[in-house]
């Protein structure tokens, strides 16, 4: 085995170039330096220092391989020794240093930093994965009393497809209706089945532009990103801006430019827009109708770059007016609107849903129509041991308040212009956009704002805003509502 193994070995190519005649090293033995003949402990020590590792070194070459293995198990050894000296020295320069207040210092910073790398890193993570669900889990949320909720198949699908834009879509969308048809409830009850929708509500008393970044946070689950310390000491200096800007315009742009970027993402990973859903912003329109300004302005170029779709959700009169009376209304698309029930589902709903009898539910639908919200109070006061007649004075009182509120009771200043209006109105059921503006002229815009009137954005009729609306006019005016 073995014999057949060297007789595979084939010969050098070249036996000259190992040989001692040719070779370039050998040429050079080191039987020609005169040091050599000079025993190796003797001319160790009659060489400087420094020279002699290299000494010993450049004779390991040349000598035989038994020698060179003693002198690298040495070299090792030595190797291993200055690093147990320097481990000593290094130890006890730093145990001194660690025993002064200023390397105890700068052992505390040295932690303290390492420690907070670490945490920085760990908790933006965690941040980055909440902001992503946020979008991917879907953040709508569901409808509280299911029991008695009246599915509305032409509006959910209506509402469906607006909250699942096409890919290539490229404007905003607004979904109106008066107060208390049930746009809210339709559009959690529509969106909460979907991902991909950020839904922000704005509260009552909550128009003010911090209040507004608060309520887009919660609902993204955005929190300010943790700083490494030294990020924190430059902004404190004003050199950099990474960790303060806590005004709130600057927190609606920070919470906003993140939301831009997680929206890329999700159409990036989902192949489909996102949605930002603003539900009330009547009440921006109210309280602080420059916030609506830039909200629309924002969805304008959203829509334009294909980022996000904005849906507004909001009740008839300022905000629709406010918001097509400006340039960026050319990127509006669809203007969806959710009106009251008819009196079919009306009744089959007091009946089957609220347990009401017939009789009682036609007097409910003869005071209130299909509105919802108003079904669901006239219920809720019956059922509190009010009589019908008490629940009837009620709502005309608080329509008349409406009407004294807008200066529009018996010697108000607008009668003259709403008296013609009203009375046509209650003859005929509606009147036209177009007649409306002939009569009110400069006015129309303002008696259109005061839950009085009321007109669908981009529809050409004029309503009476509520049923118990109409029927307050109608005494007003001295003719009984239709
Ligand atoms: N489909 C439905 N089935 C049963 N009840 C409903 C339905 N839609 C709305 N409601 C009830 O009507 C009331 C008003 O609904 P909602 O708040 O959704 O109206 P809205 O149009 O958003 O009102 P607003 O303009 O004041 O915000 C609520 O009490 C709600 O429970
Ligand atoms: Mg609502």
Redesign the pocket.
Known sequence: MMASRVARIPHYTSPYLFSPRISPTLRFHPHQLPAFHVPLPQFQSSVPNYFRQGTQRGFSMWESPAWSRSSGHIHWQNFLKKCQKSHKWFSEKIKALLQTNFGLGLATIFAGSVSNVVYTQYTNRIREIKLQSALAMGAVPDIE?KV???E?LGATKAIESILKPHIDYEHYNMIV??????????VRHVGHKLDGILYVSIRPNCASDKSFAEEMAKAFHWTSPTHFWLDRLLAYWGISTAATADDTRALLDRVFNEFHNQAKLFKIKNGRTPVLVLD?V?RLAQDNPKLLNVLQDMAKDAADDGTYITVFVT?EGKAPIQMLSRSSSSRLGKVME?GDLNHEEAID?LCN?RGISKSTSQEIYGLVGGR??LL?STINELHSGQNFTDVRTLLLTDAKKVLRNAGMDQKAQFEPIAKPIAQFILKHGRISLDDFYKIAGAQGDKLLSIDVFTNVPRTEWVFFDTRPMEIAVGALVGEAAG
Do not use: D, P
């Open positions: 009393r008695n909720f009246v509305r209706g008066n107060h208390g048809t049930g746009k809210t409830t339709l009330n009547n009740s959710i709903f849903k919802l919200g669901g």
